[in-house]
C-alpha cells in the first residue's frame, strides 16, 4: 500500500527508518565508513629501542619536522647527543618524537625566546606561518629529559593536535555521497512513496550498475591511498 505524504512537510524522525525498513531491497546501501573504508593518515610512530636504529628514527623524525616548520635541517653532533638522552624517556613515556618535537617547536613559537608558560592554547598551529622568521628551538632545548619529565601532562593535555586518524575521502566515494544525498532528497519530496515511485528515484540517482561501480573504485581508491600514507610515515614525511 502507497505512503501518503505531503510535499515540503517536516518528516518525523523516524521517518527515513521506516522508509529503509520497507524498502530495504530496492534502496542501496548508504556509502558511509562501514562500507567504504577511507583512508586514514597513520598515528605517529614510537620509538621502540634504545638501539642505533632507534636513535636514527627519532633523527629522522626530528629532521623531517624541522624541515616541515623551517624549510630546512641539519644534522648535527649537538642533535645526536640530545637524542641519546631523550631516548629512554621517549620509549619509557610512550611518547611519539615526531609529535613531540612538533609540540617543542608550537611552544617555541608561543613562548619564544622567554621561556615556556604553563598556559594553553587555542590554535597554535597558526602561529607556524611566522616560524621562517624566527630561530628554531635548540635540539637540547627540545630533547632534554628535564623537559620531558616536567612537560609530559601539558603534552598530552594537546596531543590530539599531533595525532593521526584524519580521513581521505576518494572523489568516487564523494560522488556516491552526493547521489545518495540526492536521492533521499528526492524520495522525500514525494507525496506518495511506494514501491514504483522508490525504484523510480533510485534508478534516477543510483542505479544498480552505477552503484557498485562507483563503490569498487571507491574502494580501490581508498586502498591505494592507504598504502601511499603508509610508505610517507615510514620516510619520516610529517602528516599531522
Do not use: C
Amino acid at each position: 500500500m502507497a505512503q501518503v505524504l505531503r510535499g515540503n512537510t517536516q518528516r518525523p524522525p523516524l521517518w527515513w527508518a521506516k522508509l529503509v525498513a520497507q524498502h530495504h531491497e530496492l534502496l542501496p546501501q548508504f556509502p558511509g565508513v562501514e562500507l567504504i573504508h577511507p583512508a586514514r593518515i597513520p598515528e605517529p610512530p614510537y620509538v621502540r629501542s634504545i638501539t642505533a636504529v632507534g636513535v636514527e628514527n627519532v633523527i629522522l623524525w626530528y629532521l623531517s619536522t624541522m624541515h616541515h616548520v623551517y624549510g630546512y635541517s641539519r644534522r648535527t653532533k649537538t642533535l645526536e647527543s640530545a637524542v641519546r638522552a631523550a631516548l629512554p624517556l621517549l620509549i619509557d613515556m610512550r611518547v611519539p618524537p615526531a609529535s613531540w618535537v612538533m609540540f617543542s617547536i608550537d611552544v617555541w613559537l608561543k613562548y619564544a625566546v622567554g621561556g615556556e608558560g604553563d598556559g594553553a592554547w587555542n590554535s597554535i598551529p597558526s602561529k607556524r606561518r611566522t616560524a621562517p622568521k624566527r630561530m628554531p628551538p635548540p635540539p637540547r632545548w627540545i630533547f632534554s629529559p628535564k623537559r620531558l619529565q616536567n612537560r609530559a601532562d601539558w603534552f598530552r593535555w594537546h596531543e590530539g593536535f599531533y595525532r593521526g586518524g584524519r580521513l581521505f575521502i576518494s572523489k568516487p566515494h564523494r560522488q556516491l555521497l552526493r547521489r545518495y544525498a540526492r536521492m533521499r532528497e528526492a524520495l522525500e519530496q514525494l507525496e506518495t512513496v511506494d514501491e514504483d515511485m522508490v525504484r523510480a528515484v533510485v534508478n534516477r540517482w543510483l542505479p544498480r550498475k552505477l552503484y557498485a561501480s562507483l563503490v569498487e573504485e571507491a574502494r580501490v581508491e581508498a586502498e591505494f591511498k592507504q598504502s601511499q600514507l603508509v610508505k610517507l610515515v615510514r620516510k619520516g614525511t610529517w602528516l599531522w
